[in-house]
């Protein structure tokens, strides 16, 4: 089990940046794929972005691709989620999770068995 905090979140205006963090910790030795998901008020969770153990593979939802940026500092444990030019859809609560199935990168819910609280992101038009 892997045990995820997210920090970083808050208020911006529109066309404005925010940097979401995730730290790790486990006491189970493993390589674990990183995604970020973000969910809505009455929307479901939807996948934002995610990066391989390695960080030398990335992939992202069309909403975000562009503006988004994800990352990982496996030394420090954490991942990183680089936002820029925020639009108000991007509104959401984003949490952090890491998948222990190995291989590359996922972006499917069911895919991810950590997960973190959560950090709510909110951007003003």
């Known amino acids: 089990q892997v045990q995820l905090v997210e920090s970083g979140g808050g208020l911006v205006q529109a066309g404005g940046s925010l940097r979401l963090s995730c730290a790790a910790s486990?006491?189970?030795?493993?390589?674990?794929?990183m995604g970020w998901f973000r969910q809505a008020p009455g929307k479901e969770r939807e996948f934002v972005a995610t990066?391989?153990?390695?960080?030398?593979?990335?992939y992202y939802a069309d909403s975000v691709k562009g503006r988004f940026t994800i990352s990982r500092d496996n030394a420090k444990n954490t991942v990183y989620l680089q936002m820029n030019s925020l639009k108000p859809e991007d509104t959401a609560v984003y949490y952090c999770?890491?998948?222990?199935?190995?291989?590359?990168?996922?972006?499917?819910?069911?895919?991810?068995?950590?997960w973190g609280q959560g950090t709510q992101v909110t951007v003003s038009s």
């Open positions: 990066i391989s153990w390695s960080g030398n593979n990335a």
């Open positions: 486990t006491r189970t030795p493993g390589s674990y794929a």
């Open positions: 999770a890491a998948s222990s199935l190995g291989g590359t990168y996922y972006y499917r819910r069911w895919e991810y068995d950590n």
